[in-house]
């Protein structure tokens, strides 16, 4: 077993919108991955692939994959908290990376955490691409992980705007 320190920079954005107006914005701009569709044409057609997977991104060029709402964990002690975290990125751009170091696979999709801080506050945190990726000490994978810090900046500024 090995052993490496990385120094990761995490980010947190305040966002003066609800919780609700915020995070129902940010889920109407992400595209949404699906899982079997990628399988199937990845099997029956791999040349259809690129075109098809590039169909499903939204805002950014990126998908939301999942999410997992922590803030519902609260009704075990009986309060009601808004928090939920996101699974979001591309396929695409994960293999971007992956096909030059397939460890970049540890960090794709990237996850948002976006809770409620005040009636009209939100907080947005999440480990910055470049840091997480730029470990591997390719240039490739951390050209496209620079890239991944400016789409998920955008996509919080966005989410942030009202309409």
Request: negative net charge.
């Amino acid at each position: 077993m090995s052993y490496t320190e990385i120094r990761v920079v995490h980010e947190a954005v305040d966002v003066p919108v609800s919780y609700d107006a915020f995070t129902g914005r940010l889920e109407r701009l992400l595209g949404r991955f699906d899982p079997e569709m990628v399988a199937r044409v990845l099997a029956e057609d791999p040349t259809s692939a690129v075109a098809r997977i590039g169909a499903m991104a939204g805002d950014q060029g990126l998908m939301l994959f999942g999410t997992q709402d922590h803030g519902r964990l609260f009704a075990l002690r009986g309060e009601a908290r808004k928090a939920k975290r996101y699974h979001l990125g591309n396929p695409l751009i994960a293999f971007q990376m992956t096909q030059h170091d397939l460890r970049a696979g540890l960090y794709a999709p990237l996850t948002l955490f976006v809770y409620e801080t005040g009636p009209a506050a939100v907080r947005v945190e999440f480990d910055r691409p470049s840091s997480l990726f730029g470990q591997f000490g390719n240039p490739i994978v951390t050209d496209v992980a620079v890239g991944l810090d400016a789409k998920l900046n955008a996509l919080i500024e966005n989410a942030a705007k009202p309409g």
